[in-house]
């Protein structure tokens, strides 16, 4: 279990949400007691995504982004000022090169 991670950068690559500098990373690592249920959300928000690749017509990543922000900010709650929260947009967004990391504060 690592317990000290300094920062996760949300980006969805399917069900995998959570990335340290090091790689992949479950929140279980965190040493926060149970997050399975936030985990579930970020997973169900990531397939969203991934169900859709890679023909992304009509998808609207305005919505997705909104949600995965959301997220971003119930995990910053959980870990406070101890853990760094990066939201990164996929790169499958056409516009994802505009604000691309949002830092949750």
């Known amino acids: 279990m690592k317990t000290n991670i300094k920062e ?3 980006q969805a690559d399917g069900s995998d949400c959570f990335w340290s500098p090091e790689g992949l990373i479950g929140l ?3 040493g926060r007691g149970d997050l ?3 985990s579930k959300e970020f997973s169900d ?7 859709k690749f890679p023909n992304f017509d ?3 990543w305005k919505s997705y982004h909104e949600k995965g ?3 971003s900010r119930k995990l910053k709650k959980v870990v406070g000022s101890s853990v760094r929260i990066i939201y990164r947009k996929s790169p499958d967004d056409p516009k994802y090169q505009v604000d691309e990391y949002t830092e949750i504060k």
């Not at 928000?45 to 169900?51: A, D, F, S």
């Open 8 to 10: 996760i950068i949300i």
């Open 28 to 30: 279980d690592e965190l």
């Open 36 to 38: 399975s249920k936030l």
């Open 45 to 51: 928000w990531g397939m969203k995504k991934e169900l």
């Open 69 to 71: 922000i959301g997220l």
């Open 58 to 60: 009509g998808f609207d």
